[in-house]
């Protein structure tokens, strides 16, 4: 919006010195000399007009080239410096935008344009701006807060707002994360800053539960006997805290055991699955039968 006021701005001031030559041609030349003035001062003004386009726009291309420059700069100096991955992200995106403001101000300057007048639009202009964008200065705030507090980083796997996935970049305005079934998502940084964040990633070790439902009559110690050597025999259980074997309730139509063991936490899917498959051929193989629901019906007399 801005760029256009400026062009119309330049637009309207070339159009008001092409009128004073034609002006100035008239008060000074008669007949043949007044074309012959007005086509020499046209000719000048193009060329000075041409100019400056030519001046903007290789301001325009350098200060691009400039920008991606210094942008690789800072990215490497942090690298160096081992700056977190999240905060490199941010910081990128940051530095980008301010230096993308200062090129449009440097290339309004090479049209010919007071940079002055222009900084004044620019202000005056961000207050409406600012109302407008209300949300995303929330962001920009979430942003800061994200990388303050430091509730999750680039590589963790999160639940919020609704959405699981792995922190691939934590932006000016919004997280990224990539899905389980590899769905890229932008979730705004205000929302995530405050609202309720599930990371899953910074602890390194995670319980995995089943409740596995048994028919009614069945041995429940020869149940839990069976539970225990499947579990002694996995290597990636650890010790501290012990597995956990116990009748977790009596349930309408099914007695529920509840198991629960401690890994960490890159082995917690694979040893989810893995149990789950051995009970149930352990089972199958022992003839310990598994409920489903079932209903009852006495005929009155």
């Known amino acids: 919006m801005l760029l256009l006021l400026q062009a119309t701005q330049l637009a309207d001031s070339i159009q008001a010195g092409a009128k004073d030559i034609v002006e100035q041609a008239m008060d000074k030349a008669d007949g043949l000399d007044k074309l012959s003035f007005i086509t020499e001062q046209l000719v000048d003004f193009g060329i000075r007009a041409g100019e400056r386009i030519l001046i903007a726009t290789i301001v325009f291309v350098v200060g691009r080239f400039l920008i991606a420059l210094l942008n690789k700069f800072i990215g490497r100096l942090m690298d160096r410096r081992k700056v977190d991955v999240s905060i490199k992200s941010f910081v990128r ?37 600012g109302m407008a964008l209300s949300g995303n200065l929330q962001n920009f705030a979430g942003g800061l807060i994200i990388l303050l507090f430091k509730p999750y980083k680039v590589g963790d796997w999160i639940d919020s707002q609704s959405v699981s996935g792995t922190v691939k970049e934590i932006q000016i305005f919004h997280t990224i994360l990539i899905t389980a079934d590899n769905k890229m998502i932008y979730v705004p940084n205000g929302a995530i ?109």
Do not use: C, M
Request: hydrophobic share 45%; glycine share 6%.
């Open 93 to 129: 995106s940051l530095v980008n935008i301010l230096l993308t403001v200062l090129l449009i101000i440097s290339v309004v300057g090479a049209l010919g344009v007071e940079t002055t007048s222009f900084a004044a639009l620019l202000a005056s202009a961000g207050v409406a701006i």
């Open 193 to 301: 800053s405050s609202g309720v964040v599930v990371n899953y990633s910074n602890q390194n070790t995670r319980r995995v539960e089943w409740i596995i439902g048994i028919d009614y009559g069945e041995d429940y110690n020869k149940v839990e006997q069976i539970v225990r050597k499947l579990l002694a025999q996995d290597k990636r259980l650890l010790d501290d805290p012990v597995p956990f074997v116990a009748l977790h309730a009596l349930d309408a139509s099914s007695v529920n055991v509840v198991i629960r063991v401690w890994v960490k936490r890159e082995d917690y899917w694979d040893v989810y699955f893995d149990i789950n498959k051995e009970i149930y051929e352990t089972f199958n193989a022992e003839g310990i039968n598994f409920p489903f629901p079932q209903l009852t019906l006495h005929k009155g007399s």
